[in-house]
């Protein structure tokens, strides 16, 4: 007999020591409880995008909300950020880490560590403090790894190349930064994976958009994953999942996060496009061939048996060498100038089907007809599941129509009964709905469905009602157009949460077991983002207005069944530095902005000898003498509210940064 939890990699099976059975049996039990304890823990919490290992976007340990009760949700507490929220934040169970896009049309982001129960900004830290550039940003998920945040960053300028980042989770201090690509246009799209003390996550670009310039050499950059040492950042492995020298190029590693499976000592990750190839392959996509016949002659071109575009890849978690790989369709060579029919746009261009969301790993069947599965979902709109052990197809269903935007991107998520999926549909092609509540209604947008996860097969579809929004340079939406939906889903004890791409940011609540409408919340602004669920609060972002996709907003939320009518409400707009301050004194301020009090605290049990508040005319209205201690919380309940300077001063020096009092 064996038994295992998917999500921690961990065993229980009988042992073939020659101990007395009694000891066997009982050393075996102690040892599974002690699992079974340290499994329901980590379950309790969401440390990377996908919420686990398996990237399962599943709340396995939720219990208080519920189906019956969903349709109660309130808020608890709003954080109003810079701009845009678009990554699924991540919940050690004190706080919660999440990036934003920083305000509009600027690309100045920061990363946030917020009071997971009041709100409270803990520490705001600017990615242009990290990267040393401006316009730094990220939209990943960070990844706690122990003390530890692993998150990899977008563009900047100047063009440096792509980095990872290890922050410390406590004070939001850079520990280490990594450059883990040259190319200038490189970035990090996909949140990390962790398992130990190593971090794996894939490397992506911007030189498909950059291609839509008819001046710009087209193209060059080639896609990898990496293994990086959580400690230290250094890199343990890179696999390009292109060839050099071959005339390829393109195939980003982007879509939400890698798997880790302990067992097999595999990584999984999906892949994208090529932005170029060479011109045998283009002519391989011709008109009048079938896609076997394609794909024979795309694979006798040079170097194509190493391009491994729109697939499934699964390398060795020691080496980062190939296994297997799986691949959706036989061709797909594209770039944005295929938008405008420019110069840099392949003859014969494909469609542009990446796989925009990462894997998961699950189990279907029971008893003897247990077997474990991937699935993920490409932007042609077709789910597919294989085989880990060697990439064999399954099962694949068209969920709905593809396209340049889905398709299906960022996450579905998966409770071993059901896979749960978001439809873009962002060409508003027509689809008739099937099953469930959706039965026998036409949607020209957008909708949700959930597959039966051992056969595929559609189980319910449902959508929302609100129209697309516009985006720029492009053709209106069609009359009667509902809007996109981009955005992860998350599924928590029978509850599924879902967001909208239309303009209000309509955040969904759905009955998982039937696809009924149980909660809906309008947000503000568009949503690309997941939802986190940990202990009976839902944790989620609005605000996506990237490339005029959607509506913009600067809005986390946390939502809890019944939550007081009291709404907690902490604006971050005017924080310029960050809340905490670094150096000899290692000195945390805290929370940032304030309500009743300012909690200073040595790091390293340096004594505090005096604290100054001063306005911003540099008036001092308060000073207080702690006597030595390391610790301190200032009273700012009678401070009126706005903006000021608190100066620390310890043996060695003095330390000063600004914080906002907010009642």
Not at 266 to 275: E, K, M, P
Not at 345 to 352: I, K, L, M, S, T
Not at 396 to 425: E, M, R
Request: hydrophobic share 35%.
């Amino acid at each position: 007999m064996k038994e295992r939890n998917l999500q921690s990699g961990l065993y229980c099976k009988g042992s073939n020591s020659k101990l007395p059975v009694f000891f066997r049996r009982s050393f075996t039990s102690l040892l599974c409880l002690f699992f079974a304890f340290a499994i329901q823990a980590q379950n309790k919490l969401w440390l990377t995008a996908g919420g686990d290992p398996a990237n399962t976007r599943n709340a396995v340990s939720e219990t208080k909300i519920t189906p019956a009760n969903a349709g109660q949700l309130s808020k608890k507490w709003v954080v109003t950020t810079d701009g845009d929220i678009s990554a699924t934040p991540v919940v050690d169970g004190q706080a919660v880490y999440f990036p934003d896009w920083g305000p509009v049309g600027t690309s100045n982001g920061s990363l946030y560590k917020v009071n997971a129960n009041t709100g409270e900004i803990i520490w705001k830290k600017s990615f242009t403090s990290y990267t040393g550039q401006v316009k730094a940003f990220a939209r990943a998920s960070p990844a706690i790894a122990g003390n530890t945040l692993i998150i990899g960053t977008q563009l900047g300028f100047p063009f440096i190349g792509a980095h990872v980042l290890g922050i410390n989770k406590t004070t939001g201090e850079l520990l280490w930064k990594t450059k883990v690509e040259d190319f200038p246009l490189s970035i990090i799209t996909q949140s990390a994976m962790v398992q130990g003390d190593r971090a794996y996550v894939g490397v992506a670009s911007l030189e498909e958009n950059f291609a839509a310039d008819p001046t710009y050499p087209c193209c060059s950059f080639r896609g990898s994953v990496l293994c990086l040492d959580v400690n230290t950042g250094q890199i343990i492995w890179k696999t390009y999942m292109t060839p050099a020298n071959k005339g390829f190029a393109g195939v980003a590693v982007w879509g939400s996060t890698p798997v880790v499976d302990v067992k097999r000592n595999s990584l999984y990750v999906t892949t994208g496009n090529n932005y170029k190839v060479p011109q045998a392959a283009l002519d391989c996509n011709a008109g009048g061939k079938s896609a076997d016949e394609v794909r024979a002659c795309v694979m006798a071109v040079d170097g194509s048996s190493q391009n491994l575009f729109d697939a499934i890849v699964a390398l060795d978690l020691t080496t980062g060498a190939v296994k297997w790989t799986k691949s959706g369709i036989p061709f797909d060579a594209w770039n944005v100038s295929c938008f405008f029919g420019g110069p840099n746009c392949p003859d014969n261009a494909g469609p542009d089907f990446d796989f925009g969301q990462g894997v998961a790993m699950f189990t279907i069947g029971s008893g003897n007809n247990k077997r474990e599965l991937l699935g993920a979902g490409q932007k042609s709109g077709i789910y597919w599941t294989v085989n880990p052990d060697n990439g064999q197809e399954v099962w694949h269903t068209q969920v709905g129509p593809g396209g340049t935007l889905g398709g299906l991107q960022w996450g579905s998520a998966v409770d071993g009964n059901q896979i749960y999926t978001a439809i873009s549909n962002n060409g508003y092609l027509p689809h008739t709905m099937t099953k469930g509540p959706g039965t026998g209604t036409t949607v020209n947008g957008g909708f949700w469905a959930a597959l039966d996860a051992s056969t595929g097969a559609v189980n319910w579809e449902n959508a929302g009602t609100n129209p697309p929004v516009s985006i720029p340079g492009f053709p209106p939406p069609p009359t009667g157009a509902v809007a996109n939906n981009t955005g992860a889903v998350t599924i928590a004890n029978g509850v599924m949460f879902a967001g909208a791409g239309d303009a209000p940011g309509t955040m969904y609540a759905f009955n998982a077991a039937t696809g009924e409408k149980l909660w809906s919340f309008e947000s503000g602004g568009s949503i690309n983002s997941g939802a986190a669920v940990v202990n009976g609060t839902v944790y989620w972002g609005s605000g996506y207005s990237n490339f005029g996709l959607g509506s913009p907003n600067n809005k986390f939320y946390a939502f809890q069944v019944g939550a007081n009518s009291s709404i907690t409400n902490v604006d971050t707009r005017g924080i310029l530095s960050n809340a905490i301050v670094s150096g000899k004194a290692s000195l945390s301020i805290y929370p940032n902005p304030a309500s009743d009090f300012i909690r200073i605290s040595s790091n390293d049990n340096s004594k505090i000898n005096a604290i100054r508040l001063y306005d911003i005319t540099g008036r001092m209205i308060k000073q207080v003498n702690p006597s030595g201690s390391s610790e301190y919380k200032l009273d700012v309940s009678s401070v009126q509210k706005g903006g000021y300077m608190i100066q620390v001063s310890t043996p060695t020096m003095n330390q000063s940064m600004k914080v906002n009092v907010v009642h």
